[in-house]
């Protein structure tokens, strides 16, 4: 709807500039109506195309959104383990990067995970009730559950990290520790 809003709005201006070059005798007003148009089309198109693909696009979530939620700063050290552990796992996005692609295909379901559990806490600090203040059972649960998360991550990053550097000495039972990490974590994500 606003498209069309603003392209109407171009086209009576641009009426406007055809008329006034043609019934005025002054051209340099003409060609400044003409320049005006121009950059009120462009310009209100760009804007509209930008707030529509804004609008299309999943929202990104960040650490700080946690901080924003706990406005009343009730919930500091919660909200710190959980922007730990989405920077722990962040910060292997490299690494992760030179693995297999089922190895990526895990990492990008363990950052979503991590992700969610910003918004749920996100989500359920908005909605605290801060007149009774009950336990925050739920969010304790989300940091313990994260917690468990990196853990796992950092111990399958371990042993991938062995593995590739210590291909000689390859031991089965390496090989027995990914296996069932992985079958942890795909426990864990599901």
Known sequence: ??????NIISLIMFGVTILSVFVTD???FGIACGVLWL???VAANLVLLKNHIAAQSPKKVSPSQ??????????RKQVRRLQQQYE???SRKEFMKNTTDSMQELYERIMEQAESNIESASAYMESYDYYTKPEPVYLNRLCDQGD???NKFNTLVEQLVDIDTNP?????AYVDDVVDCLKDMQMQTT
């Open 1 to 6: 709807m606003g498209f069309l809003i603003v």
């Open 26 to 28: 002054h051209v340099g």
């Open 39 to 41: 950059i009120y089309t």
């Open 66 to 75: 946690l901080n924003r939620s706990d406005s009343r700063g009730l919930f």
């Open 88 to 90: 722990s796992i962040n």
């Open 148 to 150: 468990q998360l990196v």
């Open 168 to 172: 000689t000495t390859l031991d089965m």
